[in-house]
């Protein structure tokens, strides 16, 4: 179901026409050029704390100085150290939404990163195994903080040209952080102490310290000045960034217009709380995709490779703590390459289209990579052991195409802004769960079951690419405000347009009397900021 039959959306929108026009380069343009610097270290990087933290629980494993420490952790003692980061995540993702609306996306994310800096000095000055598993579980109840309005924010400060891309890139920021751990904990293994495990620990601090940094010379969300009456602020975000600070262009004018009267028609409709999640048949359509997404990000077999490829590894008969880390190395580079590429290719693709190809191939790489150790596991067949490792990489471009490169493009497209923190707070959730569920039970399953536990993940993708198919609804090339009231009606998507013509005919957009140029266009900003 895609949106495009109400009047003036898509590709016929007064927006879509504007941007089209553009044919400047977003690197050629001064402000904007330095609002995408800033929001690497502010908002793209953030998931590099989720990845630092995978690949170093991978890489850990493998040092002897972390093994004996910790006496020797396996299933049940491995499952906990690896899933407290989930489950600080599940404690703290119901307040996170309202952190994120009340106070602002900028300060959600300054909150999130304290609470992780604490987490990450306790991981490294642990004494026992309960002191790690309490930094674990402080990093873990700060990342969502850091996520939710860091992802939102993405989606609604960014150049409309740019939004997907964007967005795609920030997961894609997760390998960094995993390849800077694997290369870390490579470097660190043969250390005959216990720095060989403290040093890549005090490292996991280095995103949030960036964020902390950087975040005071970041603007607010247009939008979340707007829902708090300053919408003066908004538009001279608006024209510096988007308009490089020219105060009377139409492209500013229609995008302030078309973002005031959706958040006054959302606020109509609204019913307010975490109740409004269930309150209509378009919501709950949203909460069961957001829901479904938390849990295939997690159980697409991902959890494997992520938290116990040191284990998978034994499986197939490679034993050595060298090759293991190099192992991990190689891959945790291979999918930064193919994610970076997948991010800056596949928004360019129907979002529907991409989620299908990639829930099917990922069926039939794992299908492969289920049999492969099958084989190995009946007969020591070597060739059957190098063929996991050949899947083991294929799976990587295969999950990135949809899981990693489009989730919070799509989660944002999907939400409406009153809803849109709750929304992927839920997606959060879910995925915490599921990542916790997997964390405590996969080490466990593969010290049991071997290959066979490979199966329940078969069966899970092949309900993934039936979910998608059936209920997964078109949002590309669509405005968010557009996709506002994507399963709500034409109706309310007339009254939508007409009071968007209304206030640009009106010009009731609030350009301030004293700013007629670009540089009084800057000055308001800085001076209301």
């Given at each position: 179901?895609a ?7 898509g590709?016929?929108s ?5 941007i089209?026009?553009?044919k400047?380069?977003?690197?050629k343009?001064?402000?904007l ?20 933290d995978s ?5 850990l494993?493998?040092?002897?100085a972390?093994?004996a420490?910790?006496g020797h952790?396996?299933s049940?003692i491995?499952?906990?150290l ?5 489950l600080?995540s599940?404690?703290s ?6 952190v994120?609306?009340?106070?602002g996306r900028?300060?959600?994310?300054i909150f999130?990163s304290?609470?992780m800096?604490?987490?990450a ?12 598993v309490?930094?674990r579980?402080l990093?873990?109840l700060g990342?969502p903080?850091?996520i ?5 924010m ?9 939004r997907?891309?964007i967005g795609s ?10 390849i800077?751990a ?7 293994f043969?250390m005959?102490?216990?720095?060989s495990?403290r ?7 280095i995103?949030s310290?960036?964020?902390l940094?950087?975040?005071w ?8 000045l707007?829902?708090?009456g300053?919408?003066?602020e908004?538009y001279?975000?608006?024209a510096?960034y988007?308009?490089e600070g020219?105060l009377?262009?139409e492209l ?5 217009a078309?973002?005031e009267?959706t958040?006054a ?12 999640l269930v ?6 359509r ?5 829901s ?6 997690q159980?697409?077999g991902n ?9 998978i590894?034994d ?6 703590d060298?090759?293991?880390?190099l192992?991990n ?6 999918g930064?390459v ?12 129907r ?5 299908l ?8 790489i ?8 099958a084989?190995?596991?009946?007969n ?9 490792i050949?899947f083991?990489f294929l799976?990587s471009p295969?999950?990135n195409?949809?899981f990693?490169a489009l ?7 999907l ?5 849109r923190?709750?929304?992927i707070a839920v ?12 964390q405590?039970?996969?080490?466990i399953g593969?010290?049991?079951a071997?290959?066979k536990?490979y199966?329940?993940?078969?069966i899970f993708?092949l309900f ?7 209920l997964f609804?078109?949002t590309?090339n669509?405005t968010?405000?557009e996709?506002?009231?994507l399963f709500e009606g ?6 939508q ?7 640009v005919?009106?010009?009731r957009?609030p350009i301030p009397?004293s ?5 009084s266009?800057l ?7």
């Amino acid at each position: 179901m895609a949106l495009g039959n109400g009047p003036g959306t898509g590709d016929d929108s007064p927006i879509n026409r504007h941007i089209l026009q553009d044919k400047v380069p977003w690197y050629k343009k001064r402000n904007l050029r330095m609002l995408y610097i800033l929001m690497f270290p502010t908002c793209i990087g953030i998931e590099m704390t989720s990845g630092f933290d995978s690949s170093m629980m991978n890489g850990l494993q493998a040092v002897p100085a972390w093994d004996a420490f910790f006496g020797h952790p396996r299933s049940t003692i491995l499952g906990l150290l690896s899933a407290l980061y989930s489950l600080g995540s599940i404690c703290s993702l119901p307040i996170v939404p309202l952190v994120t609306d009340r106070f602002g996306r900028r300060w959600a994310i300054i909150f999130g990163s304290i609470i992780m800096v604490i987490g990450a000095a306790l991981q490294t000055a642990s004494q026992d195994f309960a002191m790690f598993v309490i930094g674990r579980f402080l990093l873990g109840l700060g990342i969502p903080f850091a996520i939710v309005a860091a992802s939102s924010m993405i989606g609604e400060l960014a150049y409309p040209k740019e939004r997907a891309r964007i967005g795609s890139l920030f997961n894609a920021s997760w390998f960094i952080g995993a390849i800077v751990a694997a290369g870390v904990t490579l470097g660190t293994f043969e250390m005959p102490n216990n720095w060989s495990w403290r040093i890549p620990s005090i490292l996991q601090v280095i995103p949030s310290g960036l964020q902390l940094i950087f975040m005071w010379f970041l603007p607010e969300s247009p939008r979340w000045l707007v829902s708090k009456g300053r919408g003066e602020e908004a538009y001279a975000i608006l024209a510096k960034y988007h308009a490089e600070g020219d105060l009377n262009s139409e492209l500013v004018k229609l995008e302030y217009a078309e973002i005031e009267t959706t958040l006054a028609l959302e606020k109509e409709q609204a019913k307010g709380g975490w109740k409004e999640l269930v309150s209509a048949p378009g919501m709950r359509r949203r909460l069961l995709i957001c829901s479904f997404l938390g849990l295939a990000t997690q159980w697409s077999g991902n959890g494997l490779t992520s938290y116990f490829l040191a284990r998978i590894l034994d499986n197939v008969g490679i034993h050595d703590d060298r090759t293991k880390n190099l192992i991990n190395l190689a891959m945790t580079c291979w999918g930064f390459v193919n994610a970076v590429s997948l991010a800056l290719t596949v928004p360019k693709m129907r979002r529907r289209s991409a989620y299908l190809t990639c829930t099917i191939a990922l069926t039939m790489i794992f299908t492969g990579w289920t049999i492969a150790s099958a084989q190995y596991s009946i007969n020591g067949n070597q060739a059957a052991s190098r063929a996991v490792i050949a899947f083991i990489f294929l799976y990587s471009p295969a999950y990135n195409m949809g899981f990693n490169a489009l989730t919070y493009t799509y989660l944002v497209e999907l939400f409406p802004y009153h809803a849109r923190a709750k929304g992927i707070a839920v997606f959060q959730w879910w995925g915490r769960a599921a990542g916790f569920f997997n964390q405590f039970v996969n080490p466990i399953g593969i010290a049991n079951a071997g290959w066979k536990y490979y199966i329940s993940y078969c069966i899970f993708l092949l309900f993934e690419v039936a979910f998608v198919w059936f209920l997964f609804p078109e949002t590309s090339n669509r405005t968010l405000e557009e996709l506002a009231f994507l399963f709500e009606g034409d109706k309310i998507r007339e009254e939508q347009q007409k009071r968007i013509e209304e206030e640009v005919h009106e010009n009731r957009v609030p350009i301030p009397n004293s700013a007629s140029d670009k540089e009084s266009a800057l000055h308001v900003e800085h001076s209301q900021l």
